[in-house]
């Protein structure tokens, strides 16, 4: 069999933290931003832990162990 190579859109998108949970990105940051308030937006910068229900998917993506 073999390997499963990592994704390479995936492994620019999320990273993995030592704890094993998924870091990404907030939506709704690039555009329509007159509309949103400034403390929104400056949340939103920073980095979102990825829901539980999408976690299995991307971290096969990126290659990690099964857990």
Do not use: Y
Request: charged share 35%.
């Amino acid at each position: 069999m073999p390997k499963m190579k990592t994704h390479s859109g995936a492994k620019k998108r999320f990273k993995l933290t030592a704890t094993g949970k998924v870091r990404g990105r907030h939506s709704f940051t690039s555009h329509i931003l007159e509309k949103k308030s400034p403390k929104r937006k400056r949340h939103h910068g920073q980095p979102a832990v990825i829901a539980k229900a999408d976690v299995k998917h991307v971290k096969t993506l990126l290659g990690a162990k099964r857990t």
